[in-house]
């Protein structure tokens, strides 16, 4: 049967999400009906809300950062049952595609950056509102108290674990940790740079603590940061408007030749070549994992990749989502790392404008939503 739920619908681009009663189909064959219990706000839904997103079909429901229960299932489906905790996963893993069956990426063909996801595999949406149809974004739309996704959008997790908390695993801590432990692959002893301290860019900072990392500098304009990243691992944090030099040349006084390990987690061009060149110019290894502005373009010297630098992208972390997801929610469960530092703020769903008014200011690291 169709749910009416609360909902947060993006109606036109660069404007505040509205609370709306949303109409929530059952879902069809191969598709599973979850209610969200929490969702983080992630710095990719205020990019998407802003326009900085490809191929975003308005109106639509975003977040894609959600914890929850299985209502309903559809004919086909296997891999969850009613009851059960699962995060949607807002990479899928298909397991079927050359791209799942490819162990050196985590790059599902059906990822939005090849195939929209407004719309469910059958190009029609489970939304309804006002008697229009909405928009799906991701497949998983979190910012919904009932939303439905494809069964390749989903993972079942641990039966006690905390969905308040680990919600953060479906996008920001997964991609920031795994950008450290599966995309750099940071060697212990080593040296780390970290652009941007952020949700994302923090959980960077516990992946190189965790890889064994001797030195990790964390960077932000923003010295409210530097004491949580210094909780985490970091051994020291600068300010690049603190500098009349930028701060590549900073960095590159700091350590002799440059860092071993560089992660721009901003999302601006400028800051992602400065990250390439604070890397040890014949062995160093840039990782780019902040969303860059839609349409942007890069501007760099090839010489600095001539000498033997390495330049990275890293899609939510590099874990095929569906087989990791649910090992890193365990080795949560089992105190092997603490995400919960991350969360700065827990609001009520109704408050989400507010959320992202934390972000936006600076004020937050991570606001989680509960209906």
């Not at 080593?190 to 960077?204: D, R």
């Not at 969303?291 to 033997?308: A, C, E, N, R, V």
């Amino acid at each position: 049967m169709v749910i009416k739920c609360k909902a947060a619908v993006a109606w036109e681009v660069d404007k505040p999400l509205s609370i709306e009663e949303v109409e929530v189909a059952p879902p069809k064959a191969h598709e599973v009906r979850v209610k969200i219990v929490a969702t983080g706000i992630c710095g990719t839904d205020d990019h998407v809300l802003k326009g900085s997103i490809p191929n975003i079909d308005y109106p639509f429901i975003p977040g894609h950062e959600g914890a929850g229960i299985v209502e309903s299932i559809g004919e086909g489906v296997t891999c969850v049952k009613p009851g059960d905790k699962v995060i949607p996963l807002c990479l899928p893993q298909c397991g079927e595609c050359s791209f799942c069956l490819n162990p050196d990426t985590n790059c599902c063909l059906k990822t939005h950056l090849h195939e929209s996801q407004n719309l469910m595999p059958d190009k029609t949406s489970r939304f309804t509102c006002k008697g229009k149809a909405i928009h799906h974004f991701l497949w998983i739309s979190t910012f919904s108290e009932y939303t439905v996704m494809p069964d390749s959008a989903i993972a079942r997790i641990d039966d006690d674990a905390p969905l308040d908390k680990v919600c953060l695993f479906g996008c920001g801590f997964s991609t920031g940790y795994g950008a450290a432990i599966n995309t750099a692959k940071v060697k212990p002893g080593s040296t780390c740079a970290i652009f941007g301290l952020g949700g994302v860019g923090l959980s960077v900072v516990v992946g190189c603590k965790s890889a064994g990392a001797s030195r990790i500098i964390g960077i932000d304009i923003n010295k409210d940061k530097f004491t949580k990243a210094r909780e985490l691992g970091a051994t020291e944090c600068i300010n690049p408007q603190d500098f009349k030099k930028p701060i590549q040349e900073v960095l590159l006084e700091m350590t002799g030749h440059g860092v071993d390990y560089s992660f721009e987690v901003v999302g601006h061009t400028d800051t992602m070549v400065a990250a390439l060149v604070s890397c040890h110019m014949g062995s160093g290894t840039c990782v780019l994992v902040g969303t860059p502005p839609l349409g942007s373009q890069l501007s760099f010297d090839p010489l600095l990749l001539f000498t033997g630098r390495t330049w990275k992208g890293c899609l939510i972390g590099g874990w095929k989502t569906k087989d990791s997801i649910p090992k890193l929610v365990s080795g949560y469960m089992e105190k092997k790392f603490n995400p919960d530092v991350l969360i700065t703020h827990t609001l009520p769903f109704d408050k989400i404008n507010e959320g992202f008014e934390l972000l936006q200011s600076g004020k937050s690291i991570h606001t989680v939503l509960v209906f």
